[in-house]
């Protein structure tokens, strides 16, 4: 994913995603050539090219974690491989906090290469590369991509004769244990048989009728516009505006605005001309911190902001870079950028006239507010790096120049204004320290990722909580008005009952949290603290568990109940949908609902189990090879309904048809709740 962010004054939570529709993705183009370095060595060589914001998994990943890019030799004559399967290209190494284990992978591109040693006058080598891909909100299956290329041997080589591969020789073993204990086997009553038989012909069963049938154009009316709607820009744009408004409630920015806007009237004698030189002044600010915005991207790059954002060092980084900030606005030293850039900037405004002095009276601007504007920036920038779009710094700082040029502009069509709006004052301390409060909760969210890269332990679930609700504590204190700092200049005067009603909020945030070191769910903060496996101490135990992992026995299971079914296509090394499982289907209503009023069947489309025997199907004109239950999992999500993204979540009837709307990566319980009950609805009415 495609993530969720701490935004409000106090620290509190603010929910945002939307629903998905099924869609077939293809983010990866590989292509496939052979290359004879030798005349007794051959390369196989697959080439592949990763759209933006993907990532394709290296070789040799330790078990348990997503799928590695491996290779299968089906059929080797006058050949035999010569090593492992060698991954080429800038490969990038991250710990995930889910899977506990560092993963490495390529973003952009990568080339696979398994060298072949030639033993025979020809030779012939068949077979397919597999591997996994992901983006931040879901995973693709298990894509296998395959060869077949025949060529000549040195002339004094003996005749190409069947090399037998580890695969073939595996299987051949694994057939002469199925036999002996068939062999051996105990008679089994005529139910068990009948059952056993079903299974065995469900393993192969791809037909497309039935409850193969395509469903697509169904599935495809009751997501009717609403497509895979990306609102990452909107949502970064939203930060940035939030973040501008909070830095032009600080003591750096309010006081110039009457001064300044002020000015441009009685500059001029004409008042639409003041009116015009303020709105220059207002669109001149936009620029300029757009422009910091898109250098910023500029000097790094989407996806090298993306892997710095992941990377333990400069987690690290990052958070003493917030540490430094939070004290800043603490007040215990102030960030400012060297005086002569400001006066040099500002005596050549003077020295000129036009746009020119109206675009460096705003730069100037943009200097001497530095040591209130910096950290907000700062902030913003570190978050929205993980956007993985090239247009998402330049997105945060259009979205904080419209904020903070705002009052500006509106002061200048509305003069009047000016004499009502609030004037400089503590309150405007207060904003500061508060965001420092903000800042350092931040803080300790980049050094857990740091903590865990290197398996320090220390900041785990526990003891992270246990901190923020410690700085949520004090928040509330300070809020009203029992805890004071030296930038507060001993004011013993009441705190403001907006303050106060903050602080109270802030006091329940905190205790909202205390659960949380006893192993509850916390599902505000769950996106920012360690994983639950961190904890050391936990009471919390509420899973819910897929009934079926077979999509005919679970069909037949859903008729002879008379129930709906709902289809979760999984994997094992889908990041997102575990993320579902532990903050979706852990809520009572949503666990209710699955386990009672639905039969729930989870498909995962990278089980490596093998069909009992290969099946071929035709898929958009080209013969495929299904060789695992994962592939066919994995085609029957293609096929019937048209998307290959996992976590994928569809409603169906006992017919197989759908009953609503398909479903994402959404963590949004009133969405999914909402998915829920316009099945069961639709249902009903079947």
Avoid at 74 to 84: I, L, P, S, V
Avoid at 553 to 572: C, R, S
Avoid at 603 to 629: A, F, S, W
């Amino acid at each position: 994913m495609k993530k969720i962010r701490l935004a409000l004054l106090t620290a509190l939570l603010a929910v945002f995603a939307l629903g998905a529709s099924a869609q077939m993705q293809n983010p990866v183009h590989v292509s496939v050539q052979q290359k004879q370095v030798s005349p007794t060595e051959v390369d196989v060589i697959f080439t592949a090219k990763i759209d933006n914001g993907w990532h394709v998994y290296s070789t040799g990943l330790p078990s348990g974690g997503p799928i590695s890019a491996t290779i299968t030799t089906e059929k080797a004559e006058g050949a035999q491989a010569a090593g492992k399967l060698q991954a080429k290209g800038k490969e990038i190494s991250n710990y995930d906090k889910l899977f506990e284990m560092k993963l490495r992978y390529f973003e952009n591109a990568v080339t696979f290469v398994q060298k072949y040693k030639i033993t025979g006058k020809t030779y012939r080598i068949k077979g397919y590369l597999e591997y996994g891909a992901c983006n931040d909100q879901n995973c693709l299956p298990p894509t296998q991509v395959e060869f077949d290329f025949k060529g000549n041997g040195p002339a004094n080589a003996p005749d190409a004769k069947e090399t037998k591969t580890p695969a073939q020789l595996a299987k051949e073993k694994a057939d002469s244990l199925a036999a002996l204990a068939a062999a051996n086997a105990n008679a089994t009553t005529d139910t068990a048989k009948t059952s056993a038989a079903a299974v065995a012909e469900g393993g192969n069963n791809v037909e497309q009728g039935g409850l193969w049938a395509p469903v697509v154009a169904e599935l495809q009316a009751y997501n009717g516009d609403q497509g895979k709607q990306d609102n990452s820009m909107l949502y970064i744009f939203a930060m940035g505006f939030i973040g501008g408004l909070l830095a032009l409630f600080t003591p750096c920015v309010w006081p110039i605005i009457p001064m300044t806007v002020s000015f441009f009237l009685k500059r001029s004698q004409n008042k639409a001309k003041g009116i015009r030189d303020a709105l220059t002044y207002g669109v001149s600010i936009i620029v300029i911190y757009v422009a910091l915005g898109l250098a910023v991207t500029a000097a790094f790059g989407p996806s090298a902001l993306n892997s710095l954002s992941t990377n333990a060092v400069f987690n690290i980084f990052f958070c003493l870079l917030l540490v430094i900030f939070a004290l800043s606005f603490f007040g215990w030293f102030e960030i400012r950028l060297p005086d002569k850039w400001g006066n040099a900037v500002d005596s050549k405004a003077s020295s000129t006239s036009g746009v020119l002095s109206i675009f460096l009276m705003a730069f100037t601007l943009s200097l001497v507010s530095f040591s209130c504007t910096g950290p907000i920036i700062g902030f913003l920038l570190v978050q929205v790096s993980t956007s993985g779009s090239i247009m998402g710094p330049g997105i945060g700082m259009l979205g904080f120049a419209v904020a903070l040029a705002l009052p500006f502009t509106l002061f200048a069509l509305f003069p009047t204004w000016l004499k009502k709006a609030p004037k400089s004052g503590s309150w405007m301390n207060i904003i500061k320290v508060v965001l420092g409060f903000i800042e350092l909760a931040f803080a300790l969210k980049f050094f857990s990722v740091a903590d865990l890269a290197y398996g320090w332990h220390l900041l785990d679930r526990e003891v992270f909580l246990s901190i923020w609700i410690a700085l949520f504590f004090m928040l509330g204190l300070y809020l009203i008005g029992r805890l004071k700092f030296a930038s507060d200049q001993g004011s013993s005067d009441a705190m403001p009952v907006p303050c106060v009603m903050l602080g109270l909020v802030s006091f329940a945030f905190a205790v909202y949290m205390i659960p949380g070191l006893w192993g509850a769910p916390c599902k505000a903060v769950s996106a920012f603290a360690p994983p639950m496996n961190t904890q050391d101490f936990n009471l919390y135990h509420n899973e819910v568990r897929a009934q079926y992992d077979s999509y005919e026995e679970g069909m037949a299971a859903a008729a002879a109940q008379g129930k709906p079914v709902l289809i979760d296509f999984t994997g094992f090394g889908c990041v997102n949908c575990r993320k579902m499982e532990a903050a979706v289907w852990t809520d009572p209503q949503v666990a209710d609902k699955l386990t009672k009023e639905y039969v729930l069947i989870s498909l995962y489309v990278d089980d490596k189990k093998p069909l009992p025997e290969p099946v071929e199907v035709t898929e958009n004109g080209q013969k495929r090879t299904l060789r695992t239950i994962g592939d066919k999992w994995s085609y029957l999500q293609r096929s019937k309904f048209g998307a290959n993204a996992q976590p994928f979540y569809v409603a169906i009837d006992n017919a197989g048809k759908p009953l609503a709307r398909s479903y994402s990566y959404d963590e949004d319980i009133a969405h999914y709740m909402d998915f829920l009950n316009q099945g069961l609805d639709n249902f009903k009415k079947k």
